[in-house]
């Protein structure tokens, strides 16, 4: 299993809602991350998850709490969103630090917020 | 990202070449890849060169590295309409989870 697999596909949420996106991957990478995508413009990190510890928060909103279960799964959960939070939400792993093989992305969950 | 700079639009003709050119700021960059992204889609790892080296090709793509000017470039040989997508050039370093991401070039290919 080469993938890293992503639900939902689509997400539309109101702004007093609370929902959680989901990441699986099941080749044994011990780093996951979440990003943030707006249309025709390039990621953005939001979190990374090494070894199932947070290690990095790029001073992202408190509305997103990221959570790690197991080494296999990744959460993002999502309170009192605004408008401008839609956009297209991506989760990837890497073995370790993604030197090599950078990242293997999901397909992304996209969300919108009204 | 503000480290790494791409041109945005190329249009290129079916069957022709297509190069699609990225700067990079940090000399300790370890590895630097090429993304594509088509619509609607995650991103998908295209290739990757490690900085020691000057060339890597595989297959279609070809991946030139002038590390003295920080300038990557990937050509795609044989330009078809499935590589209509845009194309994002990333680099990181060692020991470090991030990858610092280009604008992204978008690619039409024209029949």
């Known amino acids: 299993d080469t993938e890293v697999t992503q639900t939902p596909k689509h997400l539309v949420m109101g702004m007093t809602n609370k929902k959680s996106l989901k990441c699986e991957q099941h080749?044994?990478?011990?780093?996951m991350y979440w990003y943030k995508q707006k249309a025709k413009k390039p990621p953005e990190l939001m979190f990374v998850?090494?070894?199932?510890?947070?290690?990095i928060n790029e001073s992202v909103p408190s509305r997103f709490s990221p959570e790690c279960p197991n080494s296999s799964l990744l959460n993002l959960h999502l309170h009192a969103l605004q408008p401008e939070d839609s956009a297209l939400y991506l989760c990837?792993?890497?073995?370790?630090?993604?030197?090599?093989?950078?990242?293997?992305f999901g397909s992304g969950t996209r969300l919108t917020v009204v | 990202g503000e480290d790494v700079e791409q041109s945005l639009f190329l249009s290129v003709r079916e069957g022709d070449s297509s190069v699609i050119n990225c700067t990079y700021t940090?000399?300790?960059?370890?590895?630097l890849y090429w993304y594509k992204q088509e619509p609607g889609a995650g991103l998908q790892l295209l290739t990757y060169?490690?900085?020691?080296?000057d060339m890597k090709q595989d297959q279609r793509l070809t991946v030139l590295l002038n590390k003295k000017d920080k300038h990557l470039s990937l050509r795609i040989a044989d330009t078809q309409t499935g590589d209509s997508a845009i194309y994002f050039c990333a680099e990181s370093q060692s020991n470090d989870y991030k990858l610092s991401f280009g604008a992204g070039t978008t690619v039409t290919v024209r029949a």
């Open positions: 080749m044994g990478h011990r780093a």
């Open positions: 998850y090494s070894y199932e510890k947070l290690s």
């Open positions: 990837a792993s890497s073995p370790g630090t993604p030197i090599g093989n950078g990242y293997t």
């Open positions: 060169i490690f900085s020691n080296m």
């Open positions: 940090d000399s300790s960059s370890t590895y």
